[in-house]
């Protein structure tokens, strides 16, 4: 399975390196990745599609606890694009 991770982080020089870390643990593959600077020049938006036979929500705990992700919000991408917010 496919879900679409999209996500607000604060700016830092490694939080894209500790979230890749978590979906790696977390037995996830990381697909394709986007990021881009929000508006305040503060934070960073992240978009990334990861896959597995894993459910979802083992990833999503995990990155939740990260203390740089701001909001995090998974759509799983072979059920008609509902999101699951957290």
Do not use: W, Y
């Not at 992240?46 to 759509?75: E, F, G, Y």
């Amino acid at each position: 399975m496919s879900f679409q991770l999209h996500m607000q982080c604060h700016k830092q020089p490694d939080v894209v390196e500790r979230i890749l870390r978590v979906i790696r643990h977390r037995g996830f593959t990381l697909d394709e990745m986007n990021m881009t600077p929000s508006n305040c020049g503060q934070r960073i938006e992240l978009l990334m599609i990861v896959s597995s036979t894993r459910p979802a929500h083992l990833l999503m705990t995990q990155v939740q606890k990260l203390h740089d992700v701001v909001t995090l919000k998974c759509i799983d991408s072979k059920v008609d694009s509902t999101a699951i917010s957290c």
